[in-house]
């Protein structure tokens, strides 16, 4: 749709609050008619209360509370987990509860990420985290003091003028009145464990988390890796970068070595797809499609390529060999988010042993299959550094396996034990049926 024909159907809208998301899907089926159904916000009504709501995470004891759900909804179709957190909080309103203790209770009940925004059928603008505020979420102003918003980060603020407040602590509830931001703490001692990944791979560079730009960390994750792999440092030419989440740390590693950063990697501006998203008949002419390498910056060069993350391993291996076509002598990788030996339960599409190329293979395994002569993965010490957060308040359960939540960390060591004695794995393993309550 084009913006003013965006901007007309916006004027068009009745009422003075709005909510919506640009869905990642980590639950519930992909084809298509299931991702239409899913879009968000989704809604929720019985007798005189509405609720609408929009959600960034994914909910980890989902079969367990579908049983609930399916017992006091009796028209109740199950999408996704946001229908979920939609009907659970429908029902405790309906159990007679103001919002405060309903969200107290949805914080209760379910085990994952979750960070919300919504609207009740009575006009309340409210957005809550889980106690563990795994996913981002922020609260800011219009400068004219009329206009008050929630936004994952801090860039959608930044683009259309408004003033950033504050982050929302885990276990929050912050509701919207004539008077600003209303905050409670719902949730007592909360145990911080914030996404690391969103430093590396799934932010936004211009996004700031308690005030300090991505971009800026991004880069000292590349002067990280250059302290941390000297010798490497001395056997190369030039830098490359996987574009775009390469290119923040090619530039520290760049101001950190002297070496040249050749932008000799061109991603297509029309290609847009996300190819870690993608389904895998369709990742691999993607990636082809989507990374150009100019092969004369390259020929007969010794070459260091940073990169955020290497998940499954092919989009790495793809660049590799087209590296190698143009000539390259040598390829280090120097991989700024340690190896991921483990899935993802809270709103990263990783939801697999098998899928993680570093679940069963040490680094020198994997610059084997992929075609590096090293892969060079920035130490945990240093990503939790130069991210500026204790190591304690942040979650790095796909790197250590220690998840920060109970069920989470159940089915990943039972689905751990299976995997390694050589089951396979049909699905995403917290939405299989055998996740144990
Ligand atoms: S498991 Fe990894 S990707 Fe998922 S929330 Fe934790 S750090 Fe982020």
């Known amino acids: 749709m084009k913006s003013s024909a965006i901007q007309e159907w916006f004027a068009r809208l009745p009422g003075s609050i709005g909510i919506g998301n640009v869905r990642y ?78 969200v107290a209770e949805v914080m209760q009940s379910f085990d994952g990420a979750f960070s919300v925004t919504g609207i009740t059928g009575n006009g309340v603008f409210f957005a809550f985290k889980d106690p563990h505020g795994i996913k981002p979420l922020c609260a800011g102003h219009s400068l004219d003091g009329e206009s008050y918003f929630f936004s994952s980060e801090t860039v959608s603020l930044d683009i259309n003028g408004f003033v950033r407040d504050f982050e929302l602590r885990p276990g929050e509830l912050v509701t919207v009145s004539k008077r600003g931001f209303e905050r409670q703490q719902i949730v007592e001692n909360p145990h911080k464990a914030f996404c690391a990944f969103e430093f590396a791979y799934f932010a936004r560079p211009d996004s700031r988390f308690d005030g300090k730009y991505v971009y800026e960390i991004r880069e000292d994750f590349g002067r990280n890796l250059v302290k941390e792999f000297p010798d490497i440092v001395k056997d190369a030419d030039i830098i490359l970068s996987v574009p775009e989440t390469g290119d923040d740390p090619a530039m520290g590693v760049h101001e950190e070595s002297g070496l040249r950063w050749e932008r000799a990697s061109r991603r297509h501006r029309y290609v847009t797809e996300r190819a870690f998203i993608l389904l895998n008949n369709e990742r691999f002419s993607t990636i082809d499609r989507k990374v150009n390498i100019l092969g004369s910056k390259v020929a007969g060069k010794r070459v260091i390529v940073t990169e955020d993350s290497i998940v499954r391993g092919d989009t790495t291996k793809i660049i590799i060999d087209k590296l190698r076509k143009a000539g390259a002598k040598k390829v280090y990788m120097f991989v700024t988010f340690p190896r991921i030996i483990g899935p993802c339960f809270y709103g990263i599409d990783m939801s697999t042993y098998g899928q993680l190329i570093g679940s069963r293979h040490s680094p020198e395994d994997i610059a084997t299959i992929i075609g590096a002569d090293k892969v060079c993965y920035q130490s945990l010490d240093g990503l939790v550094r130069a991210t500026g957060e204790k190591r304690g308040d942040l979650c790095l359960a796909c790197v250590t396996g220690k998840y920060p939540t109970p069920l989470a960390q159940k089915i990943a060591d039972q689905n751990r034990a299976k995997f390694l004695s050589g089951r396979e794995e049909k699905g995403r393993i917290y939405e299989l049926d055998e996740a144990p309550p």
């Open 25 to 102: 899907t980590t639950s519930g089926k992909c084809d298509d008619a299931s991702l239409v159904q899913g879009t968000q916000p989704v809604t929720a009504s019985v007798e005189s209360l509405k609720v609408a709501l929009s959600f960034n995470g994914n909910i980890v004891n989902t079969l367990q509370l579908k049983r609930e759900v399916d017992q006091n909804f009796s028209d109740f179709v199950y999408g996704c987990d946001s229908d979920l957190v939609c009907h659970k909080l429908l029902l405790e309103l309906k159990k007679g509860k103001d919002l405060a203790p309903a």
